[in-house]
């Protein structure tokens, strides 16, 4: 039997690509999304993937998800905390609800999603987490304290969360993307693109999701099970730690 992964914020941009290469992979893939239904069908229709809505930010939506999967699937042994919002601002106008936002999904979601996988992973003795987190987690970004500190955090989380699973067999890994070609990114005026942000990437153009997707695919593989409490970075050599 095949084994179930569950990806947040799976219906879209690089969790979409995440979604797809896992079902192709032969994985039972259920995607969660927050809020665009239509988005969200017309994902379903076009890939065959089950889609199921809840604010990751909340506990026990995330234990009721959990539970609706596992009886339409079956047990989740594989999770990819992909969900994530940005509220960007620069600190000195940042707002109490900006920050507390951004710290209830990027965050206290993927504690939210883990926790109620955890219990299940460890009466398995198997069980693969990725998260996303990303390159402004490593080193920082103007604007973005809130953001870049939960990416940080998902980071700090991750490899506590390796040590504890390991003799579970569990692994726990994070991917830290630089800057993907998605949605978000094709708001940015050319001039921006071209003179600021790719002058800063050394192999010279943007990532692309599928290439963010095959890096979880191998994290969540067989072939993975000596890895765990690493960070991925792919970001085209735009920033090396």
Not at 5 to 22: D, E, K, N, P
Not at 209 to 214: G, P, T, V
Request: aromatic residues 8%; glycine residues 12%; proline residues 3%.
């Amino acid at each position: 039997m095949s084994r179930v992964a569950l990806v947040t914020g799976g219906s879209r941009g690089i969790g979409a690509a995440i979604s797809t290469a896992l079902k192709e992979a032969g994985y039972k893939v259920a995607a969660t999304y927050a809020g665009n239904d239509e988005k969200a069908a017309a994902f379903t229709a076009e890939t065959g993937i089950k889609t199921y809505k809840w604010n990751v930010g909340d506990y026990d939506a995330c234990a009721a998800g959990v539970k609706q999967i596992t009886d339409d699937l079956g047990p989740v042994e594989i999770l990819v905390n992909n969900a994530g919002i940005t509220r960007d601002a620069p600190f000195h106008k940042m707002t109490p609800q900006q920050w507390h936002e951004c710290i209830d999904t990027n965050l206290n979601g993927v504690f939210n999603m883990t926790h109620n996988v955890w219990g299940g992973m460890r009466e398995r003795k198997f069980g693969r987490i990725v998260t996303i987190s990303s390159i402004n987690g490593q080193k920082g970004q103007f604007a973005q304290a809130n953001y870049a500190a939960t990416k940080a955090g998902d980071i700090g989380f991750t490899k506590s969360l390796a040590q504890e699973g390991a003799r579970a067999g569990i692994t726990v890994n994070i991917v830290a993307p630089g800057y993907i070609n998605t949605e978000m990114m094709s708001t940015i005026p050319e001039k921006v693109m071209n003179e600021v942000i790719l002058p800063q990437i050394p192999v010279g153009r943007l990532g692309e999701a599928e290439e963010i997707a095959r890096a979880v695919k191998f994290l969540v593989s067989d072939d993975a099970g000596f890895v765990t409490g690493s960070t991925l970075s792919a970001n085209g050599g735009q920033y090396m730690s």
